[in-house]
Each structure stands twice: as C-alpha cells, then as structure tokens.
C-alpha cells in the first residue's frame, strides 16, 4: 500500500509564495516521475511540473519562471515551490507519483489535494 501526503497549501496574497510538499510512503520499490497537478473549479485537471528521477523537469507555460518543482529521492518527497503567485493559481493542487511498487507492478498514486487560494 502507497500512500502521498501533501502539505503546504493556504491562503496568499498576490505575488506571495508558497511551498507545497508532497511525501510517498509504504510498499515503495522506486519511484520515476513526480508531480503538481491542479484543478480549479469548472476547469480540468492540469499538469503544473514534473520532475523524473534524474532531475529534469517540465512546466505548465502559464508557471514558467515562477514555480520551481526539486524532490529529495532519499525521502522521496517532491515540493512545488510557488513565487509570484496570482488570483489564477487558485486551485486544488494534487500530488502524483508514476512509481513501481515491491510486487513489481507500476502505478500512478494521486495524494487527496491542497487547496492554494491566491487572494487579497
């Protein structure tokens, strides 16, 4: 059983900044890619940034130059960290990890969600 744990979400002023991290635990054999999803009502689910395990990473246009995702593979926790931030980012900001359990088998693993509201 595998569980992601995220914390870090909250409430932001404009052009604040926020740290999401996102900590997989359990029957963890290795883990390849990770990553920040968000949903924001009445819109899709939509990748923000990946990381796969050798450190190259991948952004959402509209976050480009202020999200910045890093993971520490001994602890295999992924963080999102969020600079200049605007009302736009508001959403549920879910974790995903593509990882390969002891059995063997590969899956996707999704954490429950942080909400990350950007509001003055």
């Known amino acids: 059983q595998v569980q992601l744990v995220e914390s870090g979400g909250g409430l932001v002023q404009p052009g604040g900044s926020l740290r999401l991290s996102c900590a997989a635990s359990g029957s963890i054999f290795s883990i390849s890619t990770m990553g920040w999803y968000r949903q924001a009502p009445g819109k899709q689910r939509e990748l923000v940034a990946a990381?796969?395990?050798?450190?190259?990473?991948n952004y959402a246009d509209s976050v480009k130059g202020r999200f910045t995702i890093s993971r520490d593979n001994a602890k295999n926790t992924v963080y999102l960290q969020m600079s200049s931030l605007k009302p736009e980012d508001t959403a549920v900001y879910y974790c995903?990890?593509?990882?390969?359990?002891?059995?063997?088998?590969?899956?996707?693993?999704w954490g429950q969600g942080t909400q990350v509201t950007v509001s003055s």
């Open positions: 990381i796969n395990s050798g450190g190259s990473t």
């Open positions: 995903n990890a593509n990882l390969k359990v002891l059995t063997g088998i590969v899956y996707d693993y």
